[in-house]
């Protein structure tokens, strides 16, 4: 049932949102060890900060949030993991000074892909096909030594305050 909650609509609440949802997860699997990293700021997108404000949709905020969820049930069901990083971070483009991206990364130490089992189901596909929709990037990795890594790049758009 949790898992049909609601997304978060809102940036702020977005970032309560995953708190929450790891917290409880991390209750059902005491056995893994979550680590959230939330990067001081990412909270704050609707708020004027100097003469800018970032912005961040309702639909960026939903994607995020149910990123998370599809990578822990992910990891609680296939991975076999002994500990999670989350990681939410704004970072600066390269190439547009106007631009940055918002990373969320997921890695975790359990089995990884076996290279046959990549698009058996429809929750990465989903994953994918959400990221995409908000004009961001997936990429899924194996991570060293073992265990997987997904990660989400998502622009966000910086405007001028009045
Ligand atoms: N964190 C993970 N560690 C190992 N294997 C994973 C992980 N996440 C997904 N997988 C593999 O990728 C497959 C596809 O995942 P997904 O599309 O969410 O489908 P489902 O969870 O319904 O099987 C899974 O069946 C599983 O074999
Ligand atoms: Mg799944």
Not at 115 to 143: H, K, P, Y
Request: hydrophobic fraction near 40%; proline fraction near 3%.
């Amino acid at each position: 049932m949790r898992r049909l909650r609601p997304a978060p609509t809102n940036s702020k609440s977005c970032v309560d949102g995953i708190h929450l949802m790891v917290q409880e997860w991390q209750e059902q699997q005491p056995n893994i060890d979550v680590v959230l990293h939330i990067q001081d700021g990412v909270a704050l997108f609707s708020e004027q900060c100097a003469k800018q404000y970032r912005v961040i949709s309702e639909q960026v905020s939903v994607t995020l949030y149910r990123f998370v969820q599809e990578s822990l049930t992910n990891i609680a069901k296939h991975a076999q993991a002994n500990h999670v990083d989350i990681s939410l971070n704004l970072v600066d483009s390269k190439t547009d000074n106007d631009a940055q991206y918002l990373c969320l990364e997921i890695k975790d130490d359990g089995n990884g892909f076996d290279g046959q089992t990549i698009s058996s189901g429809m929750g990465m596909i989903g994953m994918r096909e959400r990221i995409c929709a908000v004009g961001g990037e997936f990429f899924v990795s194996n991570n060293t030594p073992k265990g997987l890594i997904v990660c989400a790049k998502i622009p966000i758009h910086i405007a001028c305050a009045e």
